[in-house]
């Protein structure tokens, strides 16, 4: 069966500082893996998305991520954390052929400090 | 574009009564997916429909949840009896068709409290 692990519950990071969130996930096939940002009260927005190709993807806001087999890992990093980058972050592996067969973590709480 | 919208955006209701949801997904979207995402979780599917047909209810407690979606577009969820446990903010997303590589677009989700 597919998991998906985000071993940090909360990070606290400075504004303008570096972001890196983890991810890493156990599925037995090549991966479709995604990060998802849940603002307070607002449904998930797609940051990014990797299928296959360059394991170093780009996504909307500064993000990147980047895939590694070896590790089983897939992380988030952006350069320079802006105040508003506080939010809820949601790394998910997608398995089978429809968009409905995802596994979520648990996500991880960024606090940005002034 | 509108998003997906759904109502009500809070309910708060007492154990053992009913409670029904609304989804209007994105015009065009063929696939419609309702998750119920607990507090410090990631949300989980219950129930995804293609068109006015299910695809996958296999986590859908089906006791005391139920789900249409007639005429392929608006859906509802309902809960009765609902339970403590199903405390949850419950998400809609849709999708073009469904196809593994499509995008969900997700609403701004249904808090639940139940006492």
């Known amino acids: 069966a597919q998991s998906v692990t985000q071993p940090d519950i909360h990070i606290t990071v400075s504004e303008g500082a570096s972001l890196e969130l983890r991810c890493n996930y156990s599925?037995?096939?090549?991966?479709?893996l995604f990060w998802y940002v849940q603002s307070p009260g607002q449904g998930l927005q797609l940051l990014l998305k990797?299928?296959?190709?360059?394991?170093l993807v780009q996504g909307i806001k500064g993000f990147e991520a980047e895939f590694k087999r070896s590790q089983s890992s897939f992380n988030l990093r952006k350069p320079s954390v802006h105040w508003s980058d506080a939010a809820e972050y949601f790394c998910?592996?997608?398995?089978?052929?429809?968009?409905?067969?995802?596994?979520f973590g648990d996500g991880t709480t960024l606090t940005v400090k002034p | 574009e509108a998003g997906v919208a759904q109502s009500p955006r809070y309910k708060i209701i007492e154990k053992r009564q009913s409670v029904a949801f609304w989804c209007n997904p994105i015009?065009?979207?063929?696939?419609l997916y309702w998750y119920q995402q607990i507090l410090g979780q990631g949300p989980k599917l219950l129930i995804q429909?293609?068109?006015?047909?299910?695809?996958?209810d296999s986590q859908l407690p089906k006791d005391r949840f139920s789900a249409e979606r007639l005429k392929g577009v608006d859906s509802t969820l309902k809960i009765q009896p609902a339970k403590l446990e199903d405390s949850a903010v419950y998400l809609c997303?849709?999708?073009?068709?469904?196809?593994?590589?499509?995008?969900?677009?997700f609403g701004p989700g249904t808090r639940l409290l139940v006492l």
């Open positions: 998910a592996v997608r398995r089978g052929t429809n968009a409905g067969k995802s596994t």
């Open positions: 015009s065009g979207h063929a696939t």
């Open positions: 429909f293609q068109n006015n047909g299910v695809v996958d």
């Open positions: 990797y299928f296959s190709g360059d394991t």
């Open positions: 599925y037995g096939a090549t991966p479709y």
């Open positions: 997303a849709s999708s073009l068709a469904g196809g593994r590589q499509e995008t969900q677009y």
